[in-house]
């Protein structure tokens, strides 16, 4: 399991990303209300498969079904995300709902690396990539990254990614010349070393 900082700050991306496929489809309503509504609902969403196992109602609070089973049952949130998606236009329920599958789906994404793994359609499936709880920062930049793009695409047409990837373009294109330009002159210097010595 990512750490409870990792599930808030991947459930905030999931947030923005959310908020901004409402905004994108039109269906954020008077003033983005409805967006605004998506973005907070991504981040409850983001810790959800977590705190709806707790039985708040005991004394206790101690789980009421095992962890990592029903609340982080992927083909559930993939379905919910499906459904509201499908009702953006129509109702305005369907934008927070939305909000809330995205940040259960990031929360289950960010559990998935590690040996435990989610149960995606029956039996839990896990990407065996470090132990719970490590390498969180990966996790949230990874998502804040997705969070970037999806912003950047829907609000500003991608122009900064497009300036980032030609900026990058051209820092390899310039590596890329100047390794050559080093390769070439240390065979140069070599050839000359040899008929010199």
């Known amino acids: 399991m990512a750490s409870n900082k990792a599930h808030h700050a991947t459930g905030w991306a999931a947030g923005v990303i959310a908020a901004a496929v409402v905004a994108h489809l039109g269906a954020g309503g008077p003033y983005q209300v409805l967006s605004v509504l998506a973005f907070l609902m991504g981040a409850l969403g983001g810790t959800a498969p977590d705190w709806m196992e707790v039985a708040w109602w005991a004394r206790t609070h101690k789980l009421w079904i095992t962890h990592r089973t029903w609340t982080h049952w992927g083909l559930a949130w993939i379905a919910l995300l499906a459904y509201s998606y ?44 470090w132990k719970s709880g490590r390498h969180d920062l990966i996790v949230i930049i990874a998502a804040w990254l997705a969070a970037t793009v999806v ?39 070599l050839a000359d070393w040899r008929q010199g010595a």
């Open 151 to 189: 912003a950047d695409h829907v609000f500003f047409d991608g122009v900064h990614l497009r300036y980032a990837s030609g900026a990058l373009d051209s820092l390899l294109h310039g590596a890329s010349a100047a390794l050559h330009a080093t390769w070439a002159s240390l065979q140069q210097w």
């Open 86 to 129: 499908l009702q953006l236009p129509h109702h305005p329920w369907a934008p927070p709902l939305f909000g809330f599958a995205a940040g259960g789906i990031m929360h289950l994404l960010a559990d998935w690396p590690n040996p435990l793994g989610v149960p995606w359609i029956f039996r839990r499936h896990s990407l065996r990539w």
